[in-house]
């Protein structure tokens, strides 16, 4: 889809020449170059950890640059901080959302930028220009709503209208589709398309080849915190762009041979549960996963798969239904029972639910077992066992950077974050992993090593549930679909025979062909 037309080539809007930034003695970019036209998509495309957000995080100003120069509107800039970038015109939306949880939409839009008669905040008109800038870039959004109450989307959606609110002309998106449906997706290209046809410039920080085909311009490749190139996306292919972000070839198919599933390890029941408005979200919903099997539950975000996924983990109660594990009833059971009775979890989000951020990565990989043998001996953390299982698992799972007993996991980058959950999660080796979104987030490279450990969880005779917005994900390794909308199951169909428009089909409501 070429829509170069928007691109005005003699107006360059950024321009970041040979940008080097150092952390200590490590260089996060290494001499990188970017330029950015009036009205075009440039994605920024590289593998996690390869430098694309330090990259951006200067051009936003929250970094100073250790070398190199920075042009806005063909003017050198020395950033003071993002304030300072938001002034002479770039936004940048964050991968993981700023929001103040329970301030309204439109509070969130204007804080820091409020307009006062007198001394009074004008709502009124702040609220009415949300509107009009949601309407002109077509953003479905409630101004009223409270944060916590919306869904991850519509969140995104907020952002965006932040730094538009505050005037920004060059936006930057950080790994924007990472937690979006497939439905969501394309309302964003739409937004994405908006943006430029209104003469504003979007830069994409991602690692997803196919967004960048459907929607971007350019492309500037970095790897290891060098530049690569940067080309014109509708002049290279989808494993083109692979193997200059990764620096070898990727394979995108997963290897899963046949194989019978087993008894039945996890059964649910006429599961009804409330959402935090205490409205019905689990309707009635049936599902079951067997040994040896990987049940894929393809669905668009907030039709009760995160409600399920928690009460399945203990975070939340259900009003009425069975839940049972290996035939034993754990309705309504704490999160350490659910676990004892074999129920492991990559949970959605690792920030909030996966991981404790001040923590070191080596605690992090023993959390639910940080008070037994070996791992404690008479209460007391025995550091040298905990140090040698962490480096093993750094070494197999690839967690970078190593020997890590110094680094909090909040530290590490998002692809890497994920590592550390998915090493904890696949070696407490329980019946059951249910995986929420594994690969949200991780680069084509970190994506083909999560998918072989699912497999080969399976290979190994435990059930997984894959819980996933990524359709071509649950298509990739299911062996069983069931599809939810409205929360229930609306329809099962066989792994094999899955295809992608009869899925979207039944995850808008409609029959199973």
Same mark, same amino acid.
């Not at 440039?42 to 100003?61: D, P």
């Not at 290209?189 to 046809?197: A, D, K, P, S, V």
């Not at 399976?458 to 990524?470: D, H, P, Q, T, Y």
């Given at each position: 889809?070429?829509?170069?037309?928007?691109?005005?080539?003699?107006?360059?809007?950024?321009?970041?020449?040979?940008?080097?930034?150092?952390?200590?003695?490590?260089?996060?970019?290494?001499?990188?170059?970017?330029?950015?036209?009036?009205?075009?998509?440039?994605?920024?495309?590289?593998?996690?950890?390869?430098?694309?957000?330090?990259?951006?995080?200067?051009?936003?100003?929250?970094?100073?640059?250790?070398?190199?120069?920075?042009?806005?509107?063909?003017?050198?800039?020395?950033?003071?901080?993002? %304030?300072?970038?938001?002034?002479?015109?770039?936004?940048?939306?964050?991968?993981?959302?700023?929001?103040?949880?329970?301030?309204?939409?439109?509070?969130?839009?204007?804080?820091?930028?409020?307009?006062?008669?007198?001394?009074?905040?004008?709502?009124?008109?702040?609220?009415?220009?949300?509107?009009?800038? +949601?309407?002109?870039?077509?953003?479905?959004?409630?101004?009223?709503?409270? *944060?916590?109450?919306?869904?991850?989307?519509?969140?995104? $959606?907020?952002?965006?209208?932040?730094?538009?609110?505050?005037?920004?002309?060059?936006?930057?998106?950080?790994?924007?589709?990472?937690?979006?449906? =497939?439905?969501?997706?394309?309302?964003?290209?739409?937004?994405? $398309?908006?943006?430029?046809?209104?003469?504003?410039?979007?830069?994409?920080?991602?690692?997803?080849?196919?967004?960048?085909?459907?929607?971007?311009?350019?492309?500037?490749?970095? %790897?290891?915190?060098?530049? *690569?190139?940067?080309?014109?996306?509708?002049?290279?292919?989808?494993?083109?762009?692979?193997?200059?972000?990764?620096?070898?070839?990727? +394979?995108?198919?997963?290897?899963?041979?046949?194989?019978?599933?087993?008894?039945?390890?996890?059964?649910?029941?006429?599961?009804?549960?409330?959402?935090?408005?205490?409205?019905?979200?689990?309707?009635?919903?049936?599902?079951?996963?067997?040994?040896?099997?990987?049940?894929?539950?393809?669905?668009?975000?907030?039709?009760?798969?995160?409600?399920?996924?928690?009460?399945?983990?203990?975070?939340?109660?259900?009003?009425?239904?069975?839940?049972?594990?290996?035939?034993?009833?754990? #309705?309504? %059971?704490?999160?350490?029972?659910?676990?004892?009775?074999?129920?492991?979890?990559?949970?959605?989000?690792?920030?909030?639910?996966?991981?404790?951020?001040?923590?070191?990565?080596?605690?992090?990989?023993?959390?639910?077992?940080?008070?037994?043998?070996?791992?404690?001996?008479?209460?007391?953390?025995?550091?040298?066992?905990? %140090?040698?299982?962490?480096?093993?698992?750094?070494?197999?799972?690839?967690?970078? =950077?190593?020997?890590?007993?110094?680094?909090?996991?909040?530290?590490?980058?998002?692809?890497?974050?994920?590592?550390?959950?998915?090493?904890?999660?696949?070696?407490?080796?329980?019946?059951?992993?249910?995986?929420?979104?594994?690969?949200?987030?991780?680069?084509?490279?970190?994506?083909? #090593?999560?998918?072989?450990?699912?497999?080969?969880?399976?290979?190994?005779?435990?059930?997984? /549930? /894959?819980?996933?917005?990524?359709?071509?994900?649950?298509?990739?390794?299911?062996? $069983?679909?069931?599809?939810?909308?409205?929360?229930?199951?609306?329809?099962?169909?066989?792994?094999?025979?899955?295809?992608?428009?009869?899925?979207?089909?039944?995850?808008?409501?409609?029959?199973?062909?």
């Amino acid at each position: 889809m070429d829509h170069t037309s928007h691109i005005d080539e003699n107006t360059v809007v950024i321009q970041m020449k040979d940008i080097v930034k150092k952390f200590g003695d490590f260089t996060a970019n290494d001499h990188i170059n970017l330029t950015v036209h009036k009205g075009e998509v440039h994605a920024i495309l590289g593998e996690n950890g390869a430098g694309k957000s330090t990259l951006m995080n200067v051009l936003y100003g929250l970094y100073k640059p250790t070398s190199g120069q920075i042009f806005i509107d063909g003017q050198e800039v020395h950033l003071n901080g993002p %304030r300072h970038a938001i002034e002479l015109g770039v936004g940048m939306v964050h991968q993981h959302f700023m929001l103040i949880q329970p301030f309204t939409v439109t509070d969130n839009i204007i804080l820091g930028v409020e307009p006062t008669r007198g001394i009074v905040v004008d709502e009124k008109t702040a609220r009415k220009r949300v509107i009009e800038l +949601s309407e002109r870039y077509g953003m479905k959004v409630d101004p009223d709503a409270k *944060i916590q109450d919306i869904s991850v989307g519509m969140q995104q $959606r907020v952002e965006i209208l932040k730094v538009l609110y505050r005037g920004a002309k060059t936006l930057i998106l950080d790994e924007p589709t990472a937690s979006l449906t =497939p439905q969501e997706i394309d309302e964003l290209m739409e937004i994405i $398309r908006n943006l430029t046809g209104d003469g504003k410039s979007v830069i994409l920080i991602t690692h997803k080849l196919k967004e960048i085909k459907a929607c971007s311009d350019y492309c500037t490749i970095i %790897r290891q915190g060098k530049y *690569i190139d940067t080309v014109k996306v509708s002049d290279v292919s989808e494993s083109q762009l692979a193997s200059m972000m990764v620096g070898r070839n990727v +394979s995108f198919t997963v290897d899963k041979p046949d194989k019978e599933p087993g008894k039945e390890v996890l059964e649910v029941k006429d599961l009804r549960a409330k959402d935090y408005r205490g409205a019905e979200i689990l309707k009635g919903l049936d599902l079951h996963v067997r040994a040896g099997e990987i049940v894929g539950l393809a669905g668009v975000d907030g039709n009760g798969q995160t409600e399920l996924v928690e009460i399945l983990t203990g975070l939340k109660k259900a009003e009425s239904g069975t839940i049972t594990m290996e035939g034993k009833d754990v #309705f309504n %059971r704490t999160p350490k029972e659910l676990f004892d009775a074999g129920i492991s979890c990559i949970p959605a989000d690792r920030q909030k639910n996966g991981l404790i951020l001040d923590f070191a990565v080596e605690d992090n990989l023993i959390l639910q077992h940080y008070n037994e043998e070996p791992y404690a001996k008479h209460d007391i953390l025995q550091r040298g066992v905990i %140090r040698r299982h962490a480096t093993e698992l750094e070494e197999r799972f690839d967690i970078r =950077p190593r020997h890590t007993e110094a680094h909090p996991a909040g530290t590490l980058s998002g692809g890497n974050q994920q590592k550390v959950i998915i090493a904890r999660e696949v070696t407490n080796d329980k019946e059951l992993l249910i995986a929420f979104n594994p690969t949200r987030g991780l680069d084509v490279g970190a994506i083909e #090593f999560v998918h072989k450990y699912l497999v080969e969880q399976r290979n190994k005779g435990r059930a997984v /549930l /894959l819980v996933s917005f990524e359709l071509d994900e649950i298509i990739d390794l299911s062996d $069983r679909i069931d599809v939810i909308f409205d929360g229930k199951i609306q329809g099962e169909i066989a792994g094999r025979d899955a295809d992608e428009k009869e899925l979207g089909f039944m995850m808008a409501g409609g029959a199973k062909q």
